[in-house]
């Protein structure tokens, strides 16, 4: 494993340690998450060190921090987290690359992500520096600010999919989004109305002119109407809250319509929401099309997003940024599940 750094690189990309937020249980984030200096890591020959600007609070963070639905300290670990650093989406400079590393150098502004589907609990951008495969990195345009290019990865990557691939919005395409308010909501509404689709929110009454806002052609505020026993039918459904029995919500959609579940929900417990996802999940084998939409962290995609967010057709919506040391409050905030747009955490 070799790294190198030029000579225009802070005196401070040479130190061996870092401040990062860290994990040292389950529990509620202020209680479990300290700010500390631990070791920096580096590198290896196919990644690229980067002194994070910003990042942002997701819902494997809070889900990791948390540790419930208990189930999934299985897959964490027992005690707490494998990884004691939260966090995954990535905005910021290169501080070192590794030997085989020849697009990226030194200096470069660059954004994406840690996540991958095999490695669900790896993290670590809660922290000055960070550690990222060069495949899930792109270099952030100047136009694009940390704070925004810090939401792309996750809740980003996952609207446009949704929007563009799983749920093929479009022209004559009637899309709703019930959670249209929060972090992954306010980027697909905007996404589906760029795609030309026709746009329903799901929000409550104090975000119903914010999502119209966004571009919602019509609103359905939850504390009045429930679209699941309405009349109206939707081509997509995306369904960021998972608050209505599936089978319930599938009752909304057009012959031909998509379902896509996107959420953990907020369960607790042992298995908190997972059995109604799985309940979704097997409803594919019944005449219900239902489609998952996995946040593919590639190029590609990113700079797919990246082009819409600096084109003006998208915005990124953040609810509060905070300071480093005040993690524990950004996922305390994510945790309330009534965040408006993203929640940011720059360095
Ligand atoms: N597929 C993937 O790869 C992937 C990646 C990341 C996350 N996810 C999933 O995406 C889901 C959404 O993530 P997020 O970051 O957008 O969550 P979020 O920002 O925490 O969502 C908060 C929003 O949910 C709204 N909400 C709460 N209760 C509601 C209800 N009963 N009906 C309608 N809206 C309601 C709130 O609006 P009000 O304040 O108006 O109630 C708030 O604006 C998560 O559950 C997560 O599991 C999937």
Redesign the pocket.
């Known amino acids: 494993m070799s790294t190198s750094t030029n000579a225009t690189t802070p005196d401070d990309d040479r130190k061996t340690t870092m401040t990062a937020i860290v994990q040292r249980g389950y529990g509620l984030p202020q209680r479990v998450l300290t700010l500390d200096e631990i070791d920096r890591p580096a590198p290896g020959d196919d990644e690229v060190l980067v002194r994070m600007r910003a990042t942002s609070v ?3 963070d809070w889900l990791a921090v948390t540790g419930v639905p208990y189930i999934l300290r299985l897959q964490f670990g027992l005690t707490r987290p494998a990884t004691p650093v939260r966090g995954s989406d990535v905005a910021g400079v290169v501080a070192a690359v590794g030997a085989n590393v020849t697009e990226f150098r030194p200096g470069d502004e660059v954004f994406g992500s840690l996540w991958s589907d095999n490695a669900r609990s790896s993290g670590g951008t809660f922290a000055e520096y960070a550690v990222a495969p060069i495949s899930q990195l792109a270099r952030k345009p100047a136009a694009l600010s940390f704070e925004s290019a810090a939401v792309a990865g ?2 980003g990557l ?1 609207a446009l999919l949704a929007m563009r691939e799983v749920g093929a919005a479009g022209p004559g395409r009637r899309v709703l989004i ?8 306010t980027l697909a509404v905007q996404i589906a109305k760029t795609l030309g689709a026709h746009v329903t929110g ?3 009454t ?2 119903a002119e914010f999502v119209q806002a966004l571009g919602a052609d019509d609103i359905i505020d ?1 504390t009045r109407d429930d679209f699941t026993r309405g009349t109206r039918r939707f081509d997509v459904i995306l369904d ?2 998972l ?1 209505h029995p599936p089978a319930r919500t599938a009752r909304a959609l057009s012959p031909e319509g998509i379902l896509i579940p ?4 907020p369960g607790r417990g042992l298995f908190g929401s997972l059995p109604r996802v799985a309940r979704a999940m097997t409803m594919r084998w019944g005449s219900t099309d239902v489609r ?4 593919a962290v590639t190029r590609a995609n990113l700079d797919a997003l990246a082009a819409l967010l600096t084109s003006g057709d998208l915005e990124v919506i953040t609810e509060k940024t905070y300071p480093l040391a005040q993690a524990p409050e950004a996922v305390a905030h ?1 945790l309330t ?4 747009g ?1 929640i940011v955490i720059t360095m």
Request: net charge positive; with cysteine.
């Open positions: 997701n819902t494997p996750m809740s996952t019930n959670g249209a308010s929060g972090g992954i909501g799901v929000c409550s104090r975000n939850y960021n809250v608050n996107n959420s953990v929900g998952t939409v996995t946040c994510m599940h009534h965040a408006r993203n």
